[in-house]
T-cell receptor, first 116, second 116 residues
Framework: GAGVSQSPSNKVTEKGKDVELRCDPISGHTALYWYRQSLGQGLEFLIYFQGNSAPDKSGLPSDRFSAERTGGSVSTLTIQRTQQEDSAVYLC??????????????FGPGTRLLVL | AQKITQTQPGMFVQEKEAVTLDCTYD???????LFWYKQPSSGEMIFLIY??????QNATEGRYSLNFQKARKSANLVISASQLGDSAMYFCAMREVGGGADGLTFGKGTHLIIQP
């Protein structure tokens, strides 16, 4: 079956522009997660969705970052007024459900963002 | 304090040898899950193996096994009969059920290189 897909695979933008990153989870997975991977900070959790709601936004680094999920499926991570320190790989993951707490998260290929 | 510690930034191993990648963790939550992921140069995070804090036996998945020592808070990954295709970054991760963020907390990773 299809895994987690993300688009675009690469994005180059200029400082100050807004970007949207898209994640399409595995069909039937109700939990969706965004992570950021950078050389300096390693892998950081950003936000978690259960269905369309985001009970945990604790990892969003600033108010320039926002995310939404519609129809319990596709999610969009938006970064407004991008800064050079936003350059990183943004990874999306999904899991079947979150209730058990032990759910394995399956990752997409990531979006490589470069802010010039 | 770091919740996941991987003390081996890099390792060189001869093909067909077994390799152990170290991971120690820190939590006061009695319920947690431990995960290992592989990230080849292509960038995608590939799930390898999972161990729950209440599991009585060490997890195994093909050539992968997890040496779980709960009292020492250690969850080392063992790869038997290593192959050239095992060359990649390996990340240990934890999710605490009772509290904390909903996402996974990752270690900084070990870069494993298998030599012919």
């Amino acid at each position: 079956g299809a895994g987690v897909s993300q688009s675009p695979s690469n994005k180059v933008t200029e400082k100050g522009k807004d970007v949207e990153l898209r994640c399409d989870p595995i069909s039937g997975h109700t939990a969706l997660y965004w992570y950021r991977q950078s050389l300096g900070q390693g892998l950081e959790f950003l936000i978690y969705f259960q269905g369309n709601s985001a009970p945990d936004k604790s990892g969003l680094p600033s108010d320039r970052f926002s995310a939404e999920r519609t129809g319990g499926s596709v999610s969009t991570l938006t970064i407004q007024r991008t800064q050079q320190e936003d350059s990183a790989v943004y990874l999306c993951a999904s899991s079947l459900r979150r209730t058990a707490g032990y759910e394995t998260q399956y990752f997409g290929p990531g979006t490589r963002l470069l802010v010039l | 304090a770091q919740k996941i510690t991987q003390t081996q930034p890099g390792m060189f191993v001869q093909e067909k040898e077994a390799v152990t990648l170290d991971c120690t963790y820190d939590t006061s939550d009695p319920s947690y899950g431990l995960f290992w992921y592989k990230q080849p140069s292509s960038g995608e995070m590939i799930f390898l193996i999972y161990q729950g804090s209440y599991d009585q036996q060490n997890a195994t998945e093909g050539r992968y096994s997890l040496n779980f020592q709960k009292a020492r808070k250690s969850a080392n990954l063992v790869i038997s009969a290593s192959q050239l295709g095992d060359s990649a970054m390996y990340f240990c991760a934890m999710r605490e059920v009772g509290g904390g963020a909903d996402g996974l907390t990752f270690g900084k990773g070990t870069h494993l290189i298998i030599q012919p």
